[in-house]
């Protein structure tokens, strides 16, 4: 006995001698308690899955697993899976591999480069990890390289609406694409409001703003909005309305943003939205909680058709404060998980078929069943993500890193590991099981890819001028 503690003491001396600090004040790895075995093992998974990056695909976006090799998203690579897995290496203790990304981002990356990027990928994983890589490590230069970033992408914000363009070019600022989605239409105020605080430069929260007011204004008279829009005549091109793939984020971000940043419009923004979504959108069929797809104009459902991406919803839910609703949705994604010991891409709930049956390792459901193990303290969150990292381990897992699902009906792989893997999926699975205290839930907050910032960074007193929004 006596030895254990002397052991415990020592390891404590060391890490105390070994600890850093970053800008935050958040504490380096080696403070945190012993881990837990299974946080322990996806710890250890990541850094294979890290290594294999490495080693195939380096300096490329994305590894592919099985023919152990790599591919880009567009003419040139843009290093996403990096700066995607930048913020999980970080918060997992694997501080030397961060710091190799954070170095190559000063070094080597230049973003003058002659490709057409899609605005709202970029935002959220390019945009949001450089901000989230010097929220973590306090290093300015990485912020004049989110900035840089960031004034590549706002041509696109320059259209008739105010709704960004689907593509802008990185060089030369040229914009293509006048119809996008709601998502691609406005998720933009989190990461832009982020750099208006650092930048004390209200121009990029103003335009990330200007665009989701632009989609709002366009509700119907029953205060639904449609799902796809033409950027130019802000005419709706699909009155679909739905919190699926395609709509997701901009829910996401009128929350998070209202609560990172205290602006009241989004607040009473989402109010109104998360109203109407219940009352229209929601459907209790065969003893579960859907939600389906409405006609904007008349509220009435007309697809029963949805995505995985949809089991974002449960933690928005949790975080607003509608706890019975949040537990209900996760128990209807919980079964579906179940039906398939993963999911599919698109499912339709009345007709019980998958639509389309791939699974990508996306995050969602197990996003929500971190929020929903944290926030209710309940042992069945916990159980439900040991379950789908069980399974995951047991289709997805491949001799060098993780693999897709081509059809979860027969388990056959996909040669693709997505970069949300690295920056979502791992972390939340991580988080889950982790003991550590350095990455309290209360503390922080994620972008839509799971990049955290750090609450309090954020001063109430400096977000409404720093931004431009009215107290
Ligand atoms: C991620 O890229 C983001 O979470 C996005 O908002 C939607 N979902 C994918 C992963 O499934």
């Given at each position: 006995m006596k030895n254990i503690?002397?052991?415990?003491?020592?390891?404590?001396?060391?890490?105390?001698?070994?600890?850093?600090?970053?800008?935050?004040?958040?504490?380096?790895?080696?403070?945190?308690?012993?881990?837990?075995?299974?946080?322990?093992?996806?710890?250890?998974?990541?850094?294979?899955?890290?290594?294999?990056?490495?080693?195939?695909?380096?300096?490329?976006?994305?590894?592919?697993?099985?023919?152990?090799?790599?591919?880009?998203?567009?003419?040139?690579?843009?290093?996403i899976s990096p700066i995607d897995a930048y913020s999980t290496l970080y918060v997992m203790g694997l501080t030397q591999e961060a710091k190799e990304i954070e170095q190559y981002v000063i070094d080597s990356l230049d973003f003058n480069i002659d490709i057409d990027a899609k605005i709202f990928e970029v935002n959220i994983r390019i945009l949001g990890g450089l901000l989230s890589m010097y929220d973590l490590s306090g290093n300015k230069l990485i912020l004049d390289k989110a900035q840089d970033?960031?004034?590549?992408?706002?041509?696109?914000?320059?259209?008739?609406?105010?709704?960004?363009?689907?593509?802008?070019?990185?060089?030369?600022?040229?914009?293509?694409?006048?119809?996008?989605?709601?998502?691609?239409?406005?998720?933009?105020?989190?990461?832009?409001?982020?750099?208006?605080?650092?930048?004390?430069?209200?121009k990029y929260y103003q335009?990330?703003?200007?665009?989701?007011?632009?989609?709002?204004?366009?509700?119907?008279?029953?205060?639904?909005?449609?799902?796809?829009?033409?950027?130019?005549?802000?005419?709706?091109?699909?009155?679909?309305s739905h919190i699926c793939a395609g709509v997701d984020s901009y829910y996401e971000y009128l929350y998070k943003s209202f609560l990172l940043f205290g602006?009241?419009?989004?607040?009473?923004?989402?109010?109104?939205?998360?109203?109407?979504?219940?009352?229209?959108?929601?459907?209790?069929?065969?003893?579960?909680?859907?939600?389906?797809?409405?006609?904007?104009?008349?509220?009435?459902?007309?697809?029963?058709?949805?995505?995985?991406?949809?089991?974002?919803?449960?933690?928005?839910?949790?975080?607003?404060?509608?706890?019975?609703?949040?537990?209900?949705?996760?128990?209807?994604?919980?079964?579906?998980?179940?039906?398939?010991?993963l999911e599919p891409m698109i499912y339709d709930y009345k007709n019980e078929t998958p639509n389309w049956p791939v699974y990508d390792l996306n995050p969602e459901i197990i996003e929500s069943a971190y929020y929903l193990s944290k926030i209710t303290g309940e042992d069945t969150y916990h159980k439900m993500n040991e379950q789908y990292w069980s399974d995951i381990k047991e289709f997805c897992r491949t001799d060098v890193a993780f693999t897709s699902i081509e059809d979860v009906q027969t388990m056959e792989k996909k040669d693709y590991m997505p970069t949300f893997f690295f920056a979502e999926t791992l972390k939340y699975l991580y988080l889950t099981f982790s003991n550590q205290e350095t990455y309290k839930f209360d503390e922080y907050m994620f972008n839509t890819e799971a990049h955290p910032f750090m609450k309090s960074n954020f001063d109430r007193n400096k977000t409404a001028q720093y931004l431009g929004f009215e107290k």
């Open positions: 503690f002397l052991l415990i003491f020592f390891a404590g001396i060391l890490t105390a001698c070994n600890s850093t600090s970053s800008k935050n004040g958040s504490n380096n790895s080696s403070e945190k308690l012993q881990e837990t075995e299974l946080a322990q093992e996806v710890i250890d998974e990541t850094l294979r899955s890290w290594k294999s990056y490495k080693k195939y695909a380096w300096g490329h976006d994305v590894l592919s697993p099985l023919s152990k090799s790599h591919s880009d998203w567009y003419e040139k690579p843009l290093y970033f960031a004034d590549r992408m706002m041509p696109a914000f320059d259209s008739p609406t105010g709704i960004p363009y689907y593509w802008v070019n990185l060089k030369t600022g040229e914009v293509k694409g006048n119809q996008v989605n709601v998502a691609e239409a406005a998720s933009y105020t989190f990461e832009m409001g982020i750099l208006s605080y650092y930048t004390q430069d209200t335009a990330g703003k200007k665009a989701t007011l632009a989609i709002f204004e366009r509700r119907s008279e029953i205060g639904l909005i449609g799902d796809i829009i033409n950027v130019e005549t802000g005419e709706w091109v699909s009155t679909q602006d009241q419009e989004l607040g009473e923004i989402w109010d109104g939205s998360i109203t109407v979504i219940n009352k229209f959108l929601a459907e209790d069929y065969d003893n579960k909680l859907w939600y389906g797809r409405a006609d904007m104009y008349t509220g009435e459902l007309e697809s029963s058709v949805v995505t995985l991406y949809d089991a974002f919803f449960p933690a928005i839910l949790a975080i607003s404060g509608d706890i019975d609703r949040a537990k209900e949705f996760q128990k209807t994604w919980d079964w579906l998980w179940n039906k398939y010991n």
